[in-house]
C-alpha cells in the first residue's frame, strides 16, 4: 500500500507541476506574445520545481529544453499573427486540454500496470523470476559466499587454501581468467602437490580454449614428477603430444593411463574418445551409452572456418582461432599453411600480423615464421 501512495504522490507532483504555470493568470493585454512570455514563464517554474526538488535535474534539463525550443519557434512568428492565434480564448482552450490529457495519461498508466503489471516483483532482480525459488535460492547462497571468500582473501591475499577453495567456483560461474588467477594464488602459497598443480594447469587450458600452453605444459609435468600417476595431468600431456605432432606419443601416454585406470573412474570415456581420434585400438569397448567423440564433426566445422577466410577473409582473432583449431587436432601443417595464409590476408594491418606471429610462436610454428 506504501508503494501506492508514494507513487500517487510522485504523479501528482509531476501534473502539477506541468499544469500550475498553465493555470496561472496573464495580462494579455500588455503582451506582445503570449507564446513567448508563457514559455518563459514555464521555464522559470521549472527552475522553481527544481528548487523545490519536485523535479530531478535530469527531468527538469529535458523539460526546459523542450519549452526553449518552443520558445524559440513563438519567438521567430510576426507579433500580430502569433497574437491572434493565442488569445485568451485560445489560451483557456489549451489550458483545458492540457489539464485533461495530464488527468488521463497517469489514469491510463496506473490502469494498464494494474492489467499487466506485477508489484510483487519490484523487489526481485531481474530475471529471477525466470527461476524456480530452490534455483534462486542456491544463486544467491553462492553469490553470498563468494562475496565473503572474496573479502576475506582481499585482506588475506597469502591463504593459499582460500584460493584453492574459490578457483573451482570461478570456474563454475565461467570467470576463467579469475580461476587461473586463483589457482596461481593456491600454487605459489601452498606446498607442491599433483592435484593442484593439474588443476591450474587444466584452467589455463580453458583460458586458451584448449591450447596447450607452455605454461600449462610446464605445470602438468611438475604434476607427474610429483605423482606419475596423476592422471589429469598424463590426459593433457597426451593432448600436448598431439598439439605438437607426436600422436604416437600421446598414444601412449593415453594407453597407459587407460590401462592404470580402475574401469569405473570418471576419466576413462574422455580417454577412449582420444584413442578414438587418434585412430589406435583400444583394449575393450566403450560401454553402451557412453558418450563418443566425433572427429569428423568436429574436423568438419575446421574445415568450414578455413572455408569462409579463404573466400571472405577475416579478423586476426578469426585466424589464430583456425590455427589453434588445427594444433589441437594435431594437424601441425595445416596450422602453419593457415598462419601464412593469414599473413598474405592481413599483409596491410601491423597489428593483426603480431597476432598472427604470437600465436605461431606460442603454438610452436617455427616453419611457419616469417
Do not use: C
Given at each position: 500500500?506504501?508503494?501506492?501512495?508514494?507513487?500517487?504522490?510522485?504523479?501528482?507532483?509531476a501534473?502539477?507541476?506541468?499544469?500550475?504555470p498553465?493555470?496561472?493568470?496573464?495580462?494579455?493585454?500588455?503582451?506582445?506574445?503570449?507564446d513567448?512570455l508563457?514559455?518563459?514563464?514555464?521555464i522559470?517554474?521549472?527552475?522553481?520545481?527544481?528548487?523545490?526538488?519536485?523535479?530531478?535535474?535530469?527531468?527538469?534539463?529535458?523539460?526546459?529544453?523542450e519549452?526553449?525550443?518552443?520558445?524559440?519557434?513563438?519567438?521567430?512568428?510576426?507579433?500580430?499573427?502569433?497574437?491572434?492565434?493565442?488569445?485568451?480564448?485560445?489560451?483557456?482552450?489549451?489550458?483545458?486540454?492540457?489539464?485533461?490529457?495530464l488527468?488521463i495519461?497517469?489514469?491510463?498508466?496506473?490502469?494498464?500496470?494494474?492489467?499487466?503489471?506485477?508489484?510483487q516483483?519490484?523487489?526481485?532482480?531481474?530475471?529471477?523470476?525466470?527461476?524456480?525459488?530452490?534455483?534462486?535460492?542456491?544463486?544467491?547462497?553462492?553469490?553470498?559466499a563468494?562475496?565473503e571468500?572474496?573479502?576475506?582473501?582481499a585482506?588475506?591475499?597469502?591463504?593459499?587454501?582460500?584460493?584453492?577453495?574459490?578457483?573451482?567456483?570461478?570456474?563454475?560461474?565461467?570467470?576463467?581468467?579469475?580461476?587461473?588467477?586463483?589457482?596461481?594464488?593456491?600454487?605459489?602459497?601452498?606446498?607442491?602437490d599433483?592435484?593442484?598443480l593439474?588443476?591450474?594447469?587444466?584452467?589455463?587450458?580453458l583460458?586458451?580454449?584448449?591450447?596447450?600452453?607452455?605454461?600449462?605444459?610446464?605445470?602438468?609435468?611438475?604434476?607427474?614428477?610429483?605423482?606419475?600417476?596423476a592422471?589429469k595431468?598424463?590426459?593433457?600431456?597426451?593432448?600436448?603430444?598431439?598439439?605438437?605432432?607426436q600422436?604416437?606419443?600421446a598414444?601412449?601416454?593415453?594407453?597407459?593411463?587407460?590401462?592404470?585406470?580402475?574401469?569405473?573412474?570418471?576419466w576413462?570415456?574422455?580417454?577412449?574418445?582420444?584413442?578414438?581420434?587418434?585412430?589406435?585400438?583400444?583394449?575393450?569397448?566403450?560401454?553402451?551409452?557412453?558418450?563418443?567423440v566425433?572427429?569428423?564433426?568436429i574436423?568438419?566445422?575446421?574445415?568450414?572456418?578455413?572455408?569462409?577466410?579463404?573466400?571472405?577473409?577475416?579478423?586476426?582473432?578469426?585466424?589464430?582461432?583456425?590455427?589453434?583449431?588445427?594444433?589441437?587436432?594435431?594437424?601441425?601443417?595445416?596450422a602453419?599453411?593457415?598462419?601464412?595464409?593469414a599473413r598474405?590476408?592481413?599483409?596491410?594491418?601491423?597489428?593483426a600480423?603480431?597476432?598472427?606471429?604470437?600465436?605461431?610462436?606460442?603454438?610452436?610454428?617455427?616453419?611457419?615464421?616469417?
Open positions: 500500500m506504501v508503494i501506492w501512495i508514494i507513487l500517487l504522490a510522485m504523479t501528482a507532483a501534473v502539477m507541476a506541468v499544469l500550475w498553465l493555470s496561472r493568470q496573464r495580462n494579455v493585454g500588455r503582451q506582445m506574445d503570449p513567448t508563457f514559455y518563459r514563464e514555464q522559470a517554474e521549472i527552475e522553481r520545481d527544481l528548487g523545490r526538488g519536485v523535479l530531478l535535474a535530469s527531468e527538469a534539463e529535458a523539460a526546459k529544453a519549452a526553449g525550443r518552443r520558445l524559440l519557434r513563438a519567438m521567430g512568428l510576426p507579433g500580430g499573427e502569433a497574437f491572434a492565434a493565442v488569445g485568451e480564448p485560445a489560451l483557456r482552450r489549451r489550458r483545458a486540454a492540457s489539464t485533461l490529457v488527468s495519461i497517469p489514469l491510463l498508466a496506473l490502469a494498464t500496470y494494474e492489467i499487466y503489471g506485477s508489484p516483483l519490484l523487489s526481485q532482480p531481474p530475471g529471477a523470476r525466470m527461476q524456480p525459488p530452490q534455483q534462486q535460492a542456491g544463486n544467491l547462497d553462492l553469490l553470498g563468494v562475496a571468500i572474496e573479502a576475506h582473501l585482506k588475506n591475499p597469502q591463504d593459499g587454501r582460500g584460493w584453492e577453495v574459490i578457483a573451482p567456483v570461478y570456474l563454475r560461474m565461467g570467470r576463467i581468467d579469475d580461476a587461473v588467477k586463483a589457482y596461481e594464488a593456491a600454487v605459489r602459497y601452498q606446498s607442491p599433483a592435484v593442484r593439474s588443476n591450474y594447469g587444466e584452467a589455463l587450458v583460458a586458451k580454449d584448449g591450447l596447450i600452453s607452455a605454461e600449462a605444459q610446464g605445470a602438468f609435468e611438475q604434476a607427474i614428477k610429483l605423482d606419475p600417476s592422471p595431468a598424463k590426459f593433457y600431456l597426451a593432448r600436448a603430444a598431439v598439439q605438437d605432432g600422436g604416437e606419443k598414444r601412449t601416454i593415453l594407453q597407459s593411463l587407460l590401462a592404470s585406470s580402475p574401469a569405473d573412474a570418471p576413462v570415456d574422455a580417454v577412449r574418445q582420444e584413442l578414438a581420434a587418434l585412430g589406435a585400438p583400444q583394449p575393450e569397448a566403450a560401454p553402451a551409452g557412453a558418450p563418443q566425433g572427429p569428423e564433426a574436423a568438419g566445422m575446421v574445415a568450414g572456418l578455413a572455408s569462409r577466410l579463404e573466400t571472405q577473409g577475416g579478423s586476426a582473432e578469426e585466424w589464430t582461432r583456425l590455427m589453434r583449431s588445427y594444433a589441437v587436432l594435431g594437424q601441425r601443417d595445416k602453419a599453411d593457415a598462419a601464412r595464409r598474405e590476408a592481413l599483409a596491410q594491418d601491423t597489428e600480423l603480431k597476432t598472427i606471429d604470437t600465436m605461431a610462436q606460442e603454438l610452436k610454428l617455427t616453419d611457419a615464421q616469417p
